[in-house]
């Protein structure tokens, strides 16, 4: 997969907007191989075995795969409570869609720009700059959902069947290290891979009810940033550069603004709900 370089520029809605956006994301052509990369690395929920062709999903939820039905049936017991969709109950006009930001947070691999804020973010948030090995111990769980795309329209829209809602980052916070079996093969795999006693950052993205793992070798680039804590700089036309100090609020608002900026849809985190 491509490698993020650490940019510390978001663009908002500037006339520099498409430049600053293809100097951070890579090509179209990067982003096509690395999604294709990241399908062809689905594992079984149950038992972790890597196989896209050989895996069914589950045809009640639509997320969860299988490599044969003795993993299905022996999963039931757990995955029973999950083979559902979260009910949205925080006052939403029904721009939230818990499933379909699951079928978004799957794609993040193929974006190496978010996958380093959210290191940075977890080498913050769990203070792994201090204490190595809490990185065993505990993981970074980011909450998913959706808003909309383009907010006026959406407003203005009395019809909104036919408008885009896109990856929203609802909360991160660090937790105890909790994982399924098959996660559990997921991330010997990663450390078996990694040269030496390589830190290894563990989020899992979760809509609250479906969740997603994705254990990854922190960049250079990442712990870079972290010790050096400069501040982020958003640009927009209204007021020009802000500068917004180095913290959890500025990667949080990182996030959201990247998935913003990417109007062309290159990274597959935006869609017109079904």
């Known amino acids: 997969m491509s490698t993020a370089t650490g940019p510390e520029l978001i663009t908002l809605h500037h ?5 600053d956006f293809k100097n951070i994301a890579g090509t179209q052509e990067e982003t096509k191989a690395d999604l294709a990369q990241i399908r062809g690395k689905r594992r079984c929920h149950r038992c972790g075995i890597v196989g896209a062709k050989a895996l069914k999903v589950c045809t009640r939820c639509k997320f969860t795969h299988y490599c044969s039905k003795q993993c299905q049936v022996a999963d039931w017991p757990e995955h029973k409570a999950k083979c559902r969709t979260p009910i949205v109950t925080n006052g939403s ?3 939230e869609y818990p499933d379909l930001a699951m079928k978004f947070a799957t794609r993040l691999p193929a974006c190496p720009f978010l996958i380093h804020f959210l290191q940075i ?4 948030n769990m203070s792994l700059l201090t204490d190595f090995y809490k990185a065993d ?4 769980r980011v909450t998913v959902s959706t808003q909309p795309a383009d907010i ?5 829209s009395d019809d909104k069947s036919n408008l885009e809602v896109m990856l929203k980052f609802v ?4 937790v105890p290290l909790s994982l399924t079996p098959a996660m559990l093969v997921e991330l010997a795999e990663t450390k078996a891979k990694a040269p030496g006693r390589y ?3 563990p989020p899992m993205f979760t809509n609250g009810v479906k969740d997603f793992f994705h254990p990854s070798l922190v960049m250079q680039a990442s712990l870079t940033a972290a010790r050096e804590r400069e501040p982020f700089v958003f640009r927009t036309r209204l007021t020009g550069d802000t500068k917004v100090p180095f913290g959890e609020e500025g990667l949080h608002k990182s996030l959201d603004n990247f998935v913003l900026m990417d109007k062309k849809n290159q990274f597959k985190l935006r869609a017109i709900p079904k």
Not at 15 to 19: G, I, L, W
Not at 121 to 124: D, E, G, L, N
């Open 93 to 95: 006009h029904g721009e």
């Open 152 to 156: 006026l329209t959406w407003v203005m």
């Open 171 to 174: 909360k991160l916070e660090s």
């Open 137 to 140: 111990t505990h993981m970074l």
């Open 121 to 124: 973010y977890s080498i913050i």
């Open 15 to 19: 006339e520099d907007f498409d430049k």
């Open 199 to 201: 830190c290894i950052i």
